[in-house]
């Protein structure tokens, strides 16, 4: 594939393909714009993209019980919130006002506050339900220390632009990788609050349950929230029926015990709110990959 620079081709025309999109609607308003990015991600890039496929071969694994019309419908409705979910994150101080009028509900806002007063670390982790920045908008916005933790895109045009984006909503942002890694633990040593999505799949993570199936799971938020005597709290920003609006949910602190008890408990949580919230959480990834011991030497 050729190059321009250091970026291909490739990657710099599905780029300016997904920023033609995102720019050629911001003349709309604001409701009108997410709704029909929602609208393309049902109705468009679901079935081209394959998302349906990916979604239903998850469903029928983890939730074979649910009748195949629902898991069509779920199939059907993830990559919905999808789109809507980039256009948010792309619209900058306009998603910010909406995120600053969500309901707040569990009982973990008061910890957050002592957390905040005495200079504790504080570990903010979600998984990829609703719009997990929604969170980190609204605690900003209340004027707690949030940074976030990202995994940079295979697409390095797109990353930067993304970048961009959830900077606008919020800074500091910190990269998966040794220099920032070393950034976010010091800004977590100095009393912030850095919020993480660890839902992803991790080759090298444990072996623990979600949705009924092994998962392998990275322990390092556990780890460090044992390191540092941070509270590790799960957070998540659960879309609501008019798809514009949220409930930001701050759940009580897990309890510091061992890695593993912990993060057990934090995959517990999370299942939970995806049962709740079945056509809200990024069905599309590879969660269960690789989920047998044996499948470490493949």
């Given at each position: 594939m050729a190059k321009l620079g250091t970026i291909s081709l490739r990657?710099?025309?599905?780029?300016?393909?997904a920023a033609a999109l995102?720019?050629?609607?911001?003349?709309l308003p604001y409701r009108r714009r997410i709704a029909l990015l929602g609208w393309l991600g049902v109705h468009v890039v679901g079935p081209l993209a394959g998302l349906r496929s990916r979604v239903r071969n998850n469903l029928d694994m983890v939730a074979p019980e649910l009748p195949a019309a629902e898991r069509n419908r779920i199939a059907r409705q993830v990559p919905g919130n999808m789109a809507r979910t980039i256009g948010e994150i792309f619209a900058g101080a306009e998603f910010v006002a909406h995120a600053k009028q969500a309901k707040l509900e569990g009982s973990g806002l008061a910890?957050?506050?002592?957390?905040?007063?005495k200079g504790q670390p504080v570990i903010l982790v979600t998984g990829h339900l609703g719009n997990y920045d929604a969170a980190r908008a609204l605690l900003l916005a209340q004027g707690f220390k949030v940074a976030g933790f990202y995994m940079p895109m295979?697409?390095?045009?797109?990353?930067?632009?993304?970048?961009a984006a959830?900077?606008?909503?919020?800074?500091?942002?910190?990269?998966?990788?040794?220099?920032?890694?070393?950034?976010?633990?010091?800004?977590?040593?100095?009393?912030?609050?850095?919020?993480l999505v660890t839902d992803h799949y991790m080759h090298h993570g444990a072996l623990l349950d979600f949705m009924g199936q092994p998962a392998r799971t990275a322990l390092s938020a556990a780890e460090m929230a044992l390191k540092y005597n941070a509270l590790l709290v799960?957070?998540?920003?659960?879309?609501?029926?008019d798809g514009l609006g949220f409930h930001v949910r701050i759940?009580?602190?897990?309890?510091?015990s061992d890695p593993v008890t912990m993060t057990r408990a934090l995959n517990?949580?999370?299942?939970?709110?995806?049962?709740?919230?079945?056509?809200?959480?990024?069905?599309?990834h590879r969660r269960w990959k690789k989920n047998r011991v044996e499948d470490m030497d493949a």
């Amino acid at each position: 594939m050729a190059k321009l620079g250091t970026i291909s081709l490739r990657h710099r025309i599905q780029d300016w393909m997904a920023a033609a999109l995102l720019e050629g609607l911001r003349p709309l308003p604001y409701r009108r714009r997410i709704a029909l990015l929602g609208w393309l991600g049902v109705h468009v890039v679901g079935p081209l993209a394959g998302l349906r496929s990916r979604v239903r071969n998850n469903l029928d694994m983890v939730a074979p019980e649910l009748p195949a019309a629902e898991r069509n419908r779920i199939a059907r409705q993830v990559p919905g919130n999808m789109a809507r979910t980039i256009g948010e994150i792309f619209a900058g101080a306009e998603f910010v006002a909406h995120a600053k009028q969500a309901k707040l509900e569990g009982s973990g806002l008061a910890h957050l506050h002592d957390a905040h007063a005495k200079g504790q670390p504080v570990i903010l982790v979600t998984g990829h339900l609703g719009n997990y920045d929604a969170a980190r908008a609204l605690l900003l916005a209340q004027g707690f220390k949030v940074a976030g933790f990202y995994m940079p895109m295979r697409n390095p045009a797109f990353n930067a632009r993304y970048v961009a984006a959830i900077s606008r909503i919020g800074t500091p942002v910190f990269a998966r990788g040794r220099d920032g890694l070393a950034k976010m633990l010091r800004f977590l040593r100095q009393g912030g609050m850095v919020g993480l999505v660890t839902d992803h799949y991790m080759h090298h993570g444990a072996l623990l349950d979600f949705m009924g199936q092994p998962a392998r799971t990275a322990l390092s938020a556990a780890e460090m929230a044992l390191k540092y005597n941070a509270l590790l709290v799960p957070v998540y920003g659960i879309r609501q029926p008019d798809g514009l609006g949220f409930h930001v949910r701050i759940e009580a602190p897990v309890p510091h015990s061992d890695p593993v008890t912990m993060t057990r408990a934090l995959n517990a949580s999370l299942e939970t709110l995806v049962r709740q919230n079945m056509d809200q959480w990024m069905w599309t990834h590879r969660r269960w990959k690789k989920n047998r011991v044996e499948d470490m030497d493949a």
